[in-house]
C-alpha cells in the first residue's frame, strides 16, 4: 500500500464580485501545506506598501508582518529557511518577497492557537491550505481559531509551484539543477539546468512518503505511483536504530558512516561481479544483509546504520522511478520534497543510480525550494494565478 | 539484487533434536544405482538430487500360441502373465537442514556401490562452504553451478512436469491454496527470487531468460534490520512476532495524514503513507512484533511493486516467486499476493510454488546430467515416495514448522514416453481434468477419503491373491496398506499437500502406493479370468448395436475396463462404427491400473476378437481400427498429458469424434472437458453416493454426446 495522491481538488469559492473586475484579494497572503511531518508556510511579504495603505493596515496584520519577517526561528521548531527567500517578486500587481518557512505537523494545534490568539479570523483572509493536513485539521481550523480553510489538491498545487517557482527563477539564478560526476567526490559538479522543456516529466516528490506522477502538460498529469518508503522510513528507521532526535542528526551521522560494514554488496556474495547478470561487485545485493550475522552486528556503528538507512531508501526510491521513467517513457525526472533538503549523499546517489542503471538515458534533477512547491501552490491558487 | 549467500530458515534451533529420527534408507532410497549427484546448499537448508533407477516387477501379458489349434479348451486363459523385472528411471530429491549434512554424506558413502559418476554438482551460497566436506566424503569433485541459472532451469522443469505445480495464496479461504492448471505454454513468465536480496529474470524458453532488475530490499532487509529492531536473531521467529503485530501502531497510515479514510479523494485510510513514519515522530517504545510486522509490509509492499513495475514494462501477467523469504511460510506469501493485487489492480497474478525449494537442486541436476537429455522426457511425480508440501499454518510456531520439515522427499518417475496435449481440447490452457475439485469440496472430499479408507482392505486382499506365489506378498501388502493410509490421513489434514486433491489424485496415489511394494497389477489375473469369459460368450452374444446415425469419421475412442466392458461393449460398438465406414483409434492405458484394460491386453484381445471376426480382422488389416496407448497408468485421464503417438495419430487422421468410456475418465475426469470436435462421455454410475448426487440411481448410464459450440 503506497502513498496515495488525491485526485479531484476542492475548488475555493470565488472572492471576485460577479461582473465587475475582481475585488483586491487582502492580506496577509498565505500558502500552507501541512504534510504527514513538516508544515510548510510561504509568505508573501508586500514590499510596497502605500502610506495610505500603512495607514490602514490593522494591527493584528500588521504584527504578523513583522513577526514573520523578522525572525528566523518561531517557537522552538518553526523555521524561516532565509535562504531560499525569493526577492522583489510581483505577484498580482504587487511586489515583495517570497518568505519560506516550516514546522513539524506535530506543533499544528499550537499553529492554530496562535492564529486565535492573534486574531486571524478579524482579517477576513482565506487560508488556501493543501496535504492530508488540510483535511485533518479543517475542523480544528474552524472551532477553535474561527478560520474556513480552503483545501486544495495536492497534486495540482506542487505542479503549479514547481512551474511557477521555476520561471521566476531564484533570485536571478537556475531553480533546476543536476550532478556531473555524482559518485566522484573531487569532481562532482552541482550545474543550473535550463528546464524550457519541461515535458514530459516525471515527478518525484519525496517527503515522508513518495508520491510520483507523469506531467505531461500543465494541466494534463496524474499520479503514475508512490511508495510507503520514503523520508519518514529513513527518519523513522534512524530514530529507532541509532537514537536520533532530528533529521539533521540522522543525516549528520550518516554523512560519517560505512554502509558497506551493514550492507551485502554483490562482491560480498560473488568475490567480484555477478557477470552472468552484469552486476558490478560494489551494487548493494542485500541492504541490511550483514546484518544476519550476530558478529557483524556487534561490528557495526550507529553511523553505518543511519548510513545503510540512507542508501537503502534512496536507492529504492531511484529504482521505482527509473522503472516508472521507463514504462511512461519519460527521460527527466525531478526529485523534490523535503527528504532532499541538506541531502546531498542522496541526491548524489540519486542522480549516480538513475545514471547508472539507465545507461545514461535518464536524468535527475534537483529544484532549490525541495519541499516548498505544494506550499507555493496553495499560494497561487489563492491569488488565482493561473 | 543478486542471489544470496544465506537462503533456508535458519530455523535449526538448538532445542531440536538433532538425531535422524526417520530411518535413513527410507530418505536416501535406491542409493545403489545412483548416479549424477547434484547438491544445493542454502543458509540452513540441503536440497540433494540424484537420478538412480528402480527395478519394479511389471506384469506382462503374452499371447498364447495357437497354431495348430481348432479351438481353445474350455476353461484355458486367454494369454498368459507373467511377472517381470522392469527398471525404471527415478529421480530423488531430498531437503533436510545444513546440520545433517555429515551424517547424510556418511550415508550416502556408505551405499554408493558401482557408481561410475564422478562429480558433483553444486550451487547455492553454501556449496562454497561445504565444498572440502563434500569432496573428502563422497570423493566426487564438486562442480559450482550458477544459482540464478540453476534456478530457472529447476523452475522450467517442475512446470512443465508436475501438473498443479503452482498455486495462488487466497487469504482466509480454507484451504489458503488454490492450484493453477498446467498451462501447456510456460513461457514467458517472471521469476521473482526473494534470498537476502531480489532477483527479478525474465524467463522466454528453456535456455533464455534475462536478469531484468532487482532490488536490495529483500529477506536479508528483513532478516537484518529485524534482528537489530527486535533483537530476535532468527528469521522463523521474526516471522513469527511480525504475525502477531500490528503496524498501524508504526507506520503512518493515510489516515494519519488525512484524520480519516477520505471519501473524496478516494482514499483508503489503512494505506500506509510512510512505513516507519510513526517511530520517527513520537517519542515513545515500540513492540517487537509491531515493528516486526511494519518491516513484514514494508518489505513485501516494495517487492510487489516492483515485480508489478517489471511485469508490466515486459507485459507479462505471471509472476512467480521463489525464494527464503516465501519458501512454505504463509504470512509471506500472504502480504506478496496482497501487494501484487494492490499495485497490478488484479491485472498481475502472484503465484507460488510447491517444489520451490527444490528448484536449485533440480537445476543443477538437470546441468550435470544434460548429456542424458532430461528434458526429452515427461517426468511425473511419485505420490508414494514424495512428501508433499508441509504447509505450516501461521499459528504454528517456529519449532513446530522446522520438525515438519525436517526431511522432504520429493520423487519422480521418468515416463516411457513424452506426453503432449489432445490436440482437439478446445482451449488447452484453461482444460481440467477433474470434475470436481475435493479441496474446495468439503463433503466429497470427507466422502471420498472414507470411501477409500473402507476400499483399502478389499484392495490389501486383492494384491496378496494376485501373486499367490510370492513369500513376502502379504508383508509387502501389509507396507502398502500402512503407506496408503498414511497419505490418506495426510490429505485429511492437508488435503493440498499434492496439488489440487481430486478422485483421481487418490486412485494415483494408490497405483503409486501398489507399485511402490511390488504389486504392478493386482488385478492381472481378474482381468485375465474375465477376458477369457468374455471372448467365449462373444460368439453367443448377439451384436449390440450401440451408434446411431454416425457419419463416415473418424473416431478416438478410450476405454477403460476390461472383461464385459472392452469385448462385449466396446468392440461390438467399435465393429458397428467401422461397419458404417468409420476408422477407429482404440486407445488403452499404457501401464496397470485397477482393472482398466491395459493397451498390451488390448491387442491380445483385438487379436483373438480377428481371429472370430471377419470385420474386425480386415479393420485392423487396412489400419482402419488402430490400437495405441494413451500414455497414462491411471484410472482416470488427463487429456493434456497423453502419450504423444495417440496426440500425432489424432491429428494425422483428423479424427473427429471422441468417445471416452468409464467412471474414471468421463464422469470423475473429462465430464466437463470442452472439445473441437463432437464427443461422448459414456460411463455407468458404479458409486451409490455419487448417482445419488447425480441424481441417479446405482448404475444409471450416463451418455452425454456434445457438440461443439460454433
Known sequence: SGRVGPAGGLGCSESGTFGGPPAPIVFPWFGLDIGGTLVKLVYFEPKDITAEEEEEEVESLKSIRKYLTSNVAYGSTGIRDVHLELKDLTLCGRKGNLHFIRFPTHDMPAFIQMGRDKNFSSLHTVFCATGGGAYKFEQDFLTIGDLQLCKLDELDCLIKGILYIDSVGFNGRSQCYYFENPADSEKCQKLPFDLKNPYPLLLVNIGSGVSILAVYSKDNYKRVTGTSLGGGTFFGLCCLLTGCTTFEEALEMASRGDSTKVDKLVRDIYGGDYERFGLPGWAVASSFGNMMSKEKREAVSKEDLARATLITITNNIGSIARMCALNENINQVVFVGNFLRINTIAMRLLAYALDYWSKGQLKALFSEHEGYFGAVGALLELLKIP | ?710
Open chain 2, 1 to 710: 539484487m543478486a542471489e544470496c549467500g544465506a537462503s533456508g530458515s535458519g530455523s535449526s534451533g538448538d532445542s531440536l533434536d538433532k538425531s535422524i529420527t526417520l530411518p535413513p534408507d527410507e530418505i536416501f532410497r535406491n542409493l545403489e544405482n545412483a548416479k549424477r549427484f547434484a547438491i544445493d546448499i542454502g543458509g540452513s537448508l540441503t536440497k540433494l538430487a540424484y537420478y538412480s533407477t528402480v527395478q519394479h516387477k511389471v506384469a506382462k501379458v503374452r499371447s498364447f500360441d495357437h497354431s495348430g489349434k481348432d479351438t481353445e479348451r474350455e476353461h484355458e486363459p486367454p494369454y498368459e502373465i507373467s511377472v517381470q523385472e522392469e527398471i525404471t528411471a527415478r529421480l530423488h530429491f531430498i531437503k533436510f537442514e545444513n546440520t545433517y549434512i555429515e551424517a547424510c554424506l556418511d550415508f550416502i558413502k556408505d551405499h554408493l556401490v558401482n557408481t561410475e559418476t564422478k562429480v558433483i554438482q553444486a550451487t547455492g551460497g553454501g556449496a562454497y562452504k561445504f565444498k572440502d566436506l563434500i569432496e573428502e566424503k563422497l570423493r566426487l569433485k564438486v562442480d559450482k553451478e550458477d544459482v540464478m541459472t540453476c534456478l530457472i532451469k529447476g523452475c522450467n522443469f517442475v512446470l512443465k512436469n508436475i501438473p498443479h505445480e503452482a498455486f495462488v495464496y487466497q487469504k482466509d479461504s480454507d484451504p489458503e491454496f488454490r492450484f493453477q492448471t498446467n498451462h501447456p505454454h510456460i513461457f514467458p513468465y517472471l521469476l521473482v527470487n526473494i534470498g537476502s536480496g531480489v532477483s527479478i529474470v525474465k524467463v522466454e524458453t528453456e535456455d533464455r531468460f534475462e536478469w531484468v532488475g532487482g532490488s536490495s530490499i529483500g529477506g536479508g532487509t528483513f532478516w537484518g534490520l529485524g534482528a537489530l529492531l527486535t533483537k530476535t536473531k532468527k528469521f522463523d521467529e521474526l516471522l513469527h512476532l511480525a504475525s502477531r503485530g500490528q503496524h498501524s501502531n508504526v507506520d503512518m497510515l493515510v489516515r494519519d495524514v488525512y484524520g480519516g479514510a477520505h471519501q473524496t479523494l478516494g482514499l483508503s485510510g489503512n494505506l500506509i503513507a510512510s512505513s516507519f513514519g510513526k517511530s520517527a515522530t513520537a517519542d515513545q517504545e515500540f513492540s517487537k512484533e509491531d515493528m516486526a510486522k511494519s518491516l513484514l509490509h514494508m518489505i513485501s509492499n516494495d517487492i510487489g511493486q516492483l515485480a508489478c513495475l517489471h511485469a508490466r514494462l515486459h507485459s507479462l501477467d505471471r509472476v512467480y516467486f521463489g525464494g527464503f523469504f516465501i519458501r512454505g511460510h504463509p504470512v509471506t506469501m500472504r502480504t506478496i499476493t496482497y501487494s501484487i493485487n494492490f499495485f497490478s489492480k488484479g491485472e498481475v497474478q502472484a503465484l507460488f510454488l510447491r517444489h520451490e525449494g527444490y528448484l536449485g537442486a533440480i537445476g543443477a541436476f538437470l546441468k550435470g546430467a544434460e548429456q542424458d537429455n532430461p528434458n526429452q522426457y515427461s517426468w511425473g511425480e511419485n505420490y508414494a515416495g514424495s512428501s508433499g508440501l508441509m504447509s505450516a499454518s501461521p499459528e504454528l510456531g517456529p519449532a513446530q514448522r522446522a520438525r515438519s520439515g525436517t526431511f522432504d522427499l520429493l520423487e519422480m518417475d521418468r515416463l516411457e514416453r513424452p506426453l503432449v496435449d489432445l490436440p482437439l481440447l478446445l482451449d488447452p490452457p484453461s482444460y481440467v481434468p477433474d470434475t470436481v475439485d475435493l479441496t474446495d469440496d468439503a463433503l466429497a472430499r470427507k466422502y471420498w477419503l472414507t470411501c477409500f479408507e473402507e476400499a483399502l482392505d478389499g484392495v490389501v486382499k486383492r494384491a496378496v491373491a494376485s501373486q499367490p506365489d510370492s513369500v513376502d506378498a502379504a508383508e509387502r501388502a501389509e507396507k502398502f496398506r500402512q503407506k496408503y493410509w498414511n497419505k490418506l490421513q495426510t490429505l485429511r489434514q492437508q488435503p493440498f499437500a499434492y496439488g489440487t486433491l481430486t478422485v483421481r489424485s487418490l486412485l494415483d496415489t494408490r497405483e503409486h502406493c501398489l507399485n511402490e511394494f511390488n504389486f504392478p497389477d493386482p488385478y492381472s489375473k481378474v482381468k485375465q479370468r474375465e477376458n477369457g469369459v468374455a471372448l467365449r460368450s462373444k460368439e453367443e452374444v448377439t451384436r449390440k448395436t450401440l451408434a446411431r446415425g454416425f457419419l463416415q469419421r473418424v473416431a478416438s475412442e478410450i476405454k477403460d475396463n476390461s472383461g464385459i466392458d472392452i469385448i462385449l461393449g466396446v468392440f461390438p460398438f467399435v465393429r458397428e462404427l467401422l461397419l458404417r465406414g468409420t476408422e477407429v483409434i482404440l486407445a488403452c492405458n499404457s501401464g496397470p491400473a485397477l482393472n482398466d484394460v491395459t493397451h498390451s491386453e488390448s491387442l491380445i484381445v483385438a487379436e483373438r476378437i480377428a481371429g472370430m471376426d471377419p470385420v474386425v480382422h480386415s479393420a485392423l488389416q487396412e489400419e482402419r481400427l488402430l490400437l495405441v496407448q494413451t500414455g497414462s497408468s491411471s484410472p482416470c485421464l488427463d487429456l493434456s498429458r497423453l502419450d504423444k503417438g495417440l496426440a500425432a495419430l489424432v491429428r494425422e487422421r483428423g479424427a473427429d469424434l471422441v468417445v471416452i468410456e468409464g467412471m474414471g475418465r468421463a464422469v470423475h475426469t473429462n465430464y466437463h472437458a470442452a472439445l473441437r470436435c463432437e464427443s461422448l462421455k459414456l460411463a455407468v454410475i458404479k458409486n451409490a453416493w455419487l448417482a445419488e448426487r447425480l441424481g441417479g440411481r446405482l448404475f444409471s448410464v450416463i451418455f452425454k454426446y456434445e457438440v461443439p459450440a460454433e
